[in-house]
């Protein structure tokens, strides 16, 4: 199975600052002939279900404000928030979808407003 | 627009028994594969089951393998998952999420499982 792991656990960041999350995966989630990574992250909020931000690593998810931007290959992973706004206050997982339909999610990072 | 509502959670005692369903609606269901997620309350997210837009694939988390059984109605743009022998750790939130490739890219809001004596 692949483990996915997620830091910080949590962080809180200004009104406008950029907040930075991390994915590991215990595996690479890169498959080479297509160069693609079966990446995908999820932002939730309070009392709602999870919704799509990123697939593929780093492809946003139509909707998805521009300050949201993912990065990384392989085994590791960055979910960028660019410019913290209020509403963006929530959990966010990492998922690898590379053993699909076997997912694996991370165990979430809590995003607040310092 | 992508419509997906859970329904059929409740307060069920250990070892009892519940299906959940998932109406679908905005989309092409009979081309996405569906999958259950669930999360516990406070926890993080856990992947349950998986059907394939046919039904002909189906898989499940091995913590739910041969208590729970994921089916789905083609006709009915509907997703069903019967979960018997319940524990309490099964206490949850149960969500559909569909997918339209590999990556699950739309999920409904969710119907809430309880087991508890």
């Known amino acids: 199975d692949i483990v996915m792991t997620q830091s910080p656990d949590s962080l809180a960041v200004p009104l406008g600052e950029r907040a930075t999350i991390n994915c590991k995966s215990s595996q690479s989630v890169l498959y080479s002939p297509s160069k693609k990574n079966y990446l995908a992250w999820f932002q939730q909020k309070p009392g709602q279900p999870p919704r799509l931000l990123i697939y593929w690593a780093s492809t946003r998810e139509a909707g998805v404000p521009d300050r949201f931007s993912g990065s990384g290959s392989g085994t590791d992973f960055t979910l960028t928030i660019s410019s913290l706004q209020a509403e963006d206050v929530a959990v966010y997982y990492c998922q690898q979808y590379y053993t699909t339909p076997l997912f694996t999610f991370g165990p979430g990072t809590a995003v607040d407003i310092k | 627009e992508v419509h997906l509502v859970g329904s059929g959670g409740g307060l069920v005692q250990p070892g009892g028994s519940l299906r959940l369903s998932c109406a679908a609606s905005?989309?092409?269901?009979?081309?996405?594969?569906m999958n259950w997620v669930r999360q516990a309350p406070g926890k993080g997210l856990e992947w349950v089951s998986f059907i394939s837009s046919s039904g002909s694939v189906i898989y499940y988390a091995d913590s739910v393998k041969g208590r729970f059984t994921v089916s789905r109605d083609n006709a009915k743009n509907s997703l069903s998952l019967q979960m018997n022998g319940l524990r309490d750790d099964d206490t949850a939130m149960y969500y559909c999420?569909?997918?339209?490739?590999?990556?699950?890219?739309?999920w409904g809001q969710g119907t809430l499982v309880t087991v508890s004596s």
């Open positions: 999420a569909a997918g339209g490739g590999d990556y699950m890219d739309s």
């Open positions: 905005g989309f092409d269901f009979t081309n996405y594969n």
